[in-house]
């Protein structure tokens, strides 16, 4: 997909591309607002990456105030989704995600809820136990999707 066919497609995104490979997509309704050197997504050819996501609330830009794994992974899910929708996609889209928690012991957890959302969907994956999150996040996800021909 490129930025012209993207443009038309979903005129009320805002995005560039500096004339190179990379087009970088804002303007995603129900998805926080980054900050001005990020982008909420980035598309390369039939390859779309979504930025990591915490437990932001579009509303606010701020973290969930629920706070705990189960609470978190349900939002980062519904930012994923937002984000993929943006452009057309959803999770079956995916084929890739990483995860990072700072507390594998919440494992269980967050996998039960991230099985119940992939909803039959398997895509590659890892998880890994980090020191600290943006925010004090106790989850971010991060996702690779294809776009179909």
């Not at 004339?19 to 390369?44: C, D, E, H, R």
């Not at 895509?123 to 136990?129: D, F, K, L």
């Amino acid at each position: 997909m490129n930025a012209t066919n993207l443009k038309t497609k979903f005129p009320e995104l805002d995005i560039t591309h500096n004339n190179g490979n990379a087009i970088y997509v804002n303007g995603i309704k129900n998805v926080a607002v980054p900050p001005a050197f990020l982008s909420q997504l980035t598309i390369a050819g039939d390859t779309v990456y979504v930025s990591g996501q915490i437990a932001l609330d579009p509303k606010t830009n701020k973290m969930i105030e629920e706070a705990g794994v189960e609470a978190e992974t349900n939002q980062i899910f519904d930012n994923i989704e937002a984000s993929l929708a943006g452009v057309g996609l959803t999770l079956a889209d995916v084929v890739k995600s990483s995860v990072y928690l700072t507390n594998l012991d919440e494992f269980p957890k967050f996998n039960e809820i991230y099985i119940k959302r992939m909803n039959g969907c398997r895509p590659a994956r890892e998880a890994v136990q980090v020191v600290r999150l943006a925010l004090d996040a106790t989850v971010e996800i991060t996702v690779t999707a294809i776009i179909k021909n």
